[in-house]
């Protein structure tokens, strides 16, 4: 990058950290640091969560996942949004862990089920899988600043040759916990919301340039009708053979958002709002809040697909780079990585270096597919380079991943003009920050809560528990960069953090939901769903990252392998193409996917079952501040009537203002009426009666997820820079004027 590109990057990042530290005069006691005081409003909360959630691992991850599936998949998602809305309108979860008050999830099972061992237990559970599955981040960040920066894998300081990655990630977290120690849940509500306000100017950038430099008509539509049939990138009827990210995904992704819904509230924002009303339309506005985000990110992976695939791309023509370049540069640099034996290196890149370029349409054998594409003879040549040892697998399953991983940010990097470089390069600087900060911030004040706390008999004096909060975010930083250092890779980003991510969320559905709605659960059917959710989850995942290299191994010298692969192939055959089980010394034959759906029925199950053994009824109404347990105003409740009965249905209040029911109407019109009745169901009607060709889905395509989306999303960054901007400027008069209260800290006394 040059100078410019730097100073775009250096000044609103040396702005942002002088907020962050300014905000630290504002944390005066542990609900500050916590919970922003509770007294966020909605859009603060909105466009924080928006940057939190949207990083660096999700740009890399949906363009490493659209590159294999394309998009046809995603019209069926259509089929989720309606749970989605009501989920949002109704504050599915998330009203009801307000009216809690719970600082952590962990306080909020120890009251519910009674036991501190097993809050203890459940904290330390969720923790662990946060953690690790959080530490993908700042690995996957810093591979991602080495392939678009250029910087070596090695570095040179004082004469010490030190691995540039373990630096970068370094330098990740300490800017992630220059954001965290000052004033915590303040300063990163604060920064967040800043920096999503930065960044809406940027999304727009980046698709009007991604826009104005690929042709919708000459590159990206012929590109995506040349697939295998079976899988279409475009056409969602013909989806019957993708592998991983296929309609059963789909199911699992739907299930999981709601049985998962409260799994991991507690110890973010979900507990920052003024009033439980103010955290449900936080939830509402997340409908509207992305503007120009996603359509970016869907952006980037078109670009990547285009231009890795498109004829027209061979030479270098519109840009000073070709396709053949960036696959041999990227296979360079991916080797160095995977490879530690410079001899052997030498030896696949010779034989990489004489793969044929492709270049016009004739010299396609067939259309492309994900067991035969351009990528393939790379794969080929590098793995039968390697060798089929399990050391060769394995590394090859590390190539195979960093290179499609890394594809993206190698290939912007060339194609992006001055100016251009340094925007992005700060919007994924600002991304890692808001990310990582947020993850090593829950998992911290997690284990603070939840595992140290309650060993404390007696009442933690505040400026303790400050010190020990802004500590322990210390110790889970430095876990996070001994975890990333030792990192490896091996499958696509979104199935490790589905595992990972199922050891605490395969068995915590149940637990939490039921724990908010029901009377009937117990601590004997919470201990349940966590054995058989997350004790499936756990062999699932040593399954996997032991394949490759030992477990196959053994079958094979055990002579297993032959009758294994009859007894999956049996098993799965009921749900083919859908679910495929056949041995392969790569990949364990059970996706993540697969695993995760597993262990939310055994969790479910074990549950009801548990619960239902040992029934005892619960006192919800003391849990939720309810009825006789009431210490504030009570929302007045109407009664249902035909005047009313769809706004009830869709969650609207007597609490909702003029201009919250406009805004609960529009997102049931845009994601009901709209996507999912006039987009889905008329099309699918349509298809019914005369199938569409593929054109039709090309333009059906540009026009719903381009052109609409497009509209909106110069209305929703005007709309929430605006709102944003004075959300943001009432924190901190709102928190000026806060009293503090030195009990509400989280510990739980039991009356005598």
């Not at 050391?391 to 195979?400: L, V």
């Not at 996070?480 to 953090?497: E, G, H, K, P, R």
């Not at 569409?692 to 540009?702: E, G, H, I, L």
Request: contains cysteine.
């Amino acid at each position: 990058m040059s100078w410019v590109d730097w100073c775009i990057v250096a000044i609103p990042m040396c702005l942002l950290i002088w907020v962050s530290i300014y905000s630290r005069k504002y944390a005066r006691g542990v609900v500050d640091f916590l919970a922003a005081g509770r007294i966020a409003g909605r859009y603060v909360l909105s466009v924080g969560d928006m940057t939190a959630g949207l990083s660096v691992i999700t740009l890399v991850a949906g363009c490493e996942q659209n590159y294999q599936t394309g998009f046809a998949v995603g019209f069926w998602g259509a089929i989720t949004a309606p749970v989605g809305v009501f989920m949002a309108l109704t504050g599915y979860c998330m009203y009801r862990w307000r009216e809690t008050r719970c600082l952590s999830m962990g306080q909020f099972l120890e009251m519910r089920y009674g036991s501190k061992f097993f809050r203890v237990f459940c904290a330390t559970l969720r923790t662990i899988a946060e953690m690790v599955t959080n530490a993908i981040g700042p690995a996957i960040a810093a591979n991602f600043f080495i392939y678009y920066l250029g910087l070596p894998h090695k570095i040179m300081i004082f004469g010490i040759s030190l691995p540039c990655y373990g630096i970068v990630v370094f330098l990740c977290l300490t800017l992630a916990m220059i954001f965290i120690w000052p004033g915590g849940r303040i300063s990163l509500l604060i920064t967040d919301c800043f920096q999503g306000l930065l960044s809406y100017p940027i999304f727009v950038v980046i698709v009007g340039y991604i826009i104005l430099n690929f042709s919708w008509t000459g590159d990206i539509a012929p590109v995506m009708w040349n697939r295998v049939p079976g899988q279409s990138f475009m056409n969602p009827y013909d989806v019957s053979q993708l592998r991983d990210f296929n309609m059963f995904a789909l199911v699992v992704s739907l299930l999981g958002s709601v049985l998962n819904r409260a799994g991991w509230i507690g110890n973010d924002t979900s507990g920052a709002a003024k009033t439980p009303h103010e955290q449900k339309m936080a939830g509402v506005l997340g409908a509207w809040r992305n503007g120009f985000a996603w359509m970016m990110i869907l952006l980037l992976a078109i670009v990547v697909i285009v231009f890795m695939t498109s004829p027209h791309f061979v030479g270098k023509n519109r840009f000073p780079i070709s396709s053949t370049d960036v696959r041999q540069h990227l296979s360079a640099k991916v080797l160095e990585e995977a490879v530690p034996d410079p001899l052997l290196r030498s030896q696949i890149m010779d034989e990489v270096r004489k793969i044929p370029d492709r270049l016009t349409e004739k010299d396609i054998a067939g259309p492309l597919s994900q067991q035969k594409n351009l990528d393939t003879p790379y794969f080929n040549t590098v793995r039968q380079a390697l060798g089929d040892s399990p050391e060769g697998r394995y590394q090859f399953q590390k190539f195979r991943s960093l290179f499609q991983q890394m594809m993206m940010p190698a290939l912007v990097s060339k194609i992006f003009p001055v100016g251009m470089l340094g925007i992005f390069c700060l919007l994924m600087v600002m991304l890692l920050i808001s990310t990582d900060d947020s993850r090593i911030f829950n998992a911290s004040s997690t284990l603070m809560q939840d595992v140290v706390l309650p060993m404390f008999k007696g009442r933690l004096p505040p400026e303790k528990h400050l010190l020990y909060l802004r500590l322990t975010t210390v110790g889970v930083a430095i876990f996070f960069l001994i975890v990333s250092l030792f990192f490896a890779q091996l499958d696509y980003i979104n199935m490790f953090t589905t595992i990972m991510c199922s050891l605490w969320l395969g068995g915590a559905g149940p637990i939490m939901v039921f724990g908010l709605y029901s009377r009937f659960g117990n601590l004997t059917g919470a201990w349940c769903a966590i054995i058989f959710g997350s004790g499936t989850s756990l062999f699932g995942l040593i399954m996997q990252r032991n394949w490759a290299l030992s477990i196959y191994p053994f079958l094979e010298k055990m002579g297993w392998v032959e009758g294994l692969d009859t007894f999956l192939v049996t098993i799965s055959s009921p749900f083919n193409p859908w679910i495929q089980w056949t041995m392969d010394p790569v990949k364990f034959p059970i996706n993540s996917f697969e695993i995760y759906f597993i262990s939310m029925i055994l969790s479910v199950g074990g549950y009801i079952i548990g619960s239902y053994l040992t029934y005892k009824p619960y006192d919800l109404d003391k849990l939720l501040h309810r009825g006789i347990y009431a210490d504030g105003p009570v929302p007045p409740k109407e009664k249902w009537t035909l005047h009313n009965v769809f706004s009830k249905i869709i969650g609207i209040t007597p609490e909702y203002t003029r201009g919250d029911r406009i805004i609960a109407y529009s997102v049931f019109g845009y994601s009901v009426v709209y996507s999912v009745i006039l987009i889905f169901i008329c099309i699918v009607i349509w298809n019914a009666i005369s199938p569409w060709p593929n054109s039709w889905w090309t333009v059906k395509f540009f026009i719903t997820t381009l052109l609409i989306p497009g509209i909106v999303g110069v209305i929703s960054t005007i709309w929430f820079l605006i709102g944003g901007i004075h959300d943001a400027r009432q924190l901190f008069i709102d928190l000026e004027k806060r009293v503090e209260d030195p009990d509400d800290n989280g510990q739980i006394f039991t009356d005598k």
